[in-house]
């Protein structure tokens, strides 16, 4: 519950600062936690490989602001797509399903503003999932009852849209499902 009667207190994080975890050819740099400004706010930076997609995915608590520092990044929510390069900025609101991708030939990152704060925890949860959990031969992750349970936990559904096997040919990426 957010308690929007006291300020935050000041938060400095200089240039390359913030705690960081890795999840496969996506990371997440925090900058800002919601545990600083009662709830009300996160602010993530995620580093994206060549050649990655994030699984396409719905929020149903928090909406996602998206400026791209990097590269290019491409943006699929819903129906609209669009790949921006540094300066580039987008909302992706809750109950939409969407992906972002490297759309580029080099690294690209991004600057995640997430409204309301709290989200943020479930990248760190991925990650030491990602690095603990060992599925079957010929199973990844995704498919393992960890991860339902991480994403239910946080309000989370994932899909397979009809667009998402032409997303990843266009752009060359490695497909989520099966990489």
């Known amino acids: 519950m957010m308690d929007v009667g006291r300020a935050p207190a000041v938060k400095v994080v200089p ?44 929020h149903t608590r928090e909406d996602e602001h998206s400026l791209v520092l990097e590269g290019e990044i491409g943006f699929r929510s819903d129906d609209a797509e669009v790949v921006l390069g540094p300066g580039g900025y987008i909302t992706k609101p809750r ?5 972002m991708w490297n759309a580029g030939t080099t690294p690209g990152r991004i600057v995640e503003v997430i409204t309301p704060g709290g989200f943020e925890d479930y990248f760190r949860e991925l990650a030491e999932l990602f690095a603990s959990v060992r599925p079957p031969t010929g199973v990844s992750v995704r498919e393992t009852p960890e991860f339902a349970e991480l994403a239910e936990r ?13 997303v990843v040919a266009r752009y060359g990426l490695t497909h989520p499902v099966t990489g």
């Open 15 to 58: 240039p390359g600062g913030g705690d960081s975890v890795s999840i496969p050819g996506f990371g997440a740099v925090f900058k800002l936690h919601s545990r600083d400004n009662h709830g009300v706010v996160a602010v993530v930076e995620h580093p994206f490989a060549v050649g990655t997609i994030t699984m396409p995915h719905r």
């Open 154 to 166: 946080y309000g989370l559904t994932y899909g397979t849209p009809d667009w998402l096997d032409d």
């Open 95 to 99: 109950d939409q399903l969407h992906a």
